[in-house]
């Protein structure tokens, strides 16, 4: 049986607010704004996912900020420059975000936490080991080690397309490798996803001991991000978690 994607396509409440980060028509976010307990909270960074590719973009993850929103934290889902063969404009559109995100948007606590989806949520491990101002990760499915997706060509080789010459520097892009980022990363995978193997993830936290895995029986790749699915209580466990860690 194929899996539940409507998650995908789903009409999603209006966010209160876009907000430009950069002069890039790609460098903007969909802010959700939380009730009064979001000013006790951390500013929660949505990344989607798509394999890193130019043709998806962060409308997937718009029912997943709304519904984040109405939990009672600020949300802000993050577009940014997804350019085959270019990652560094990618990794200056998140440091970017980051900084001007969290001052341009309202309540939260002051400090931020990044939840990120597929390739988002390999952005989310690798913004952790490269940004000080991050507190905790909430990984979804991440493509946590590039070398294994790599190894296996994911995606009709997703990786090598990402990275182009920037390949033959692996490490500067892996979360797998790079060192511990002394952060809590709290990462959830289904055992029955088919899009990003749930060996990435475990690879990734045999590696970082500040990374807790919690596998999800018979879970699928997108339920991660649809309120609607039965893993998503697991979801709100796990983002409470790390803003209590953040």
Same mark, same amino acid.
């Given at each position: ?29 969909? @802010? ?11 500013? @929660? ?29 600020? @949300? ?171």
């Amino acid at each position: 049986m194929s899996e539940d994607d409507s998650v995908l396509t789903r009409i999603a409440p209006p966010p209160l607010a876009r907000i430009a980060y950069g002069s890039h028509a790609e460098q903007y976010a969909l @802010v959700w704004q939380g009730g009064a307990v979001a000013a006790t909270r951390p500013l @929660v960074l949505l990344l989607h996912g798509g394999y890193w590719r130019p043709a998806y973009d962060l409308a997937h993850m718009n029912s997943m900020a709304a519904v984040l929103a109405a939990e009672g934290w600020t @949300v802000a889902n993050v577009e940014y420059r997804r350019i085959p063969g270019h990652p560094e404009a990618m990794a200056e559109d998140l440091h970017l975000a980051l900084q001007a995100l969290l001052a341009r948007t309202s309540p939260h606590n002051g400090r931020v936490l990044v939840a990120g989806f597929s390739a988002g949520g390999h952005l989310a491990l690798w913004l952790a080991a490269t940004h000080a101002s991050l507190q905790a990760v909430v990984a979804l499915a991440p493509v946590a080690s590039l070398e294994k997706a790599l190894q296996l060509r994911l995606s009709n080789d997703a990786v090598s397309e990402f990275l182009g010459s920037a390949a033959t520097t692996l490490t500067d892009w892996d979360p797998e490798v790079r060192p511990d980022s002394q952060r809590p990363a709290f990462i959830l995978h289904g055992d029955a996803d088919d899009t990003v193997p749930l060996e990435l993830s475990q690879r990734y936290v045999a590696r970082h001991p500040h990374a807790q895995l919690k596998v999800l029986p018979h879970t699928g790749h997108y339920a991660l991000i649809d309120p609607l699915s039965p893993a998503w209580p697991e979801v709100l466990a796990a983002m409470r978690r790390a803003s209590e860690a953040a």
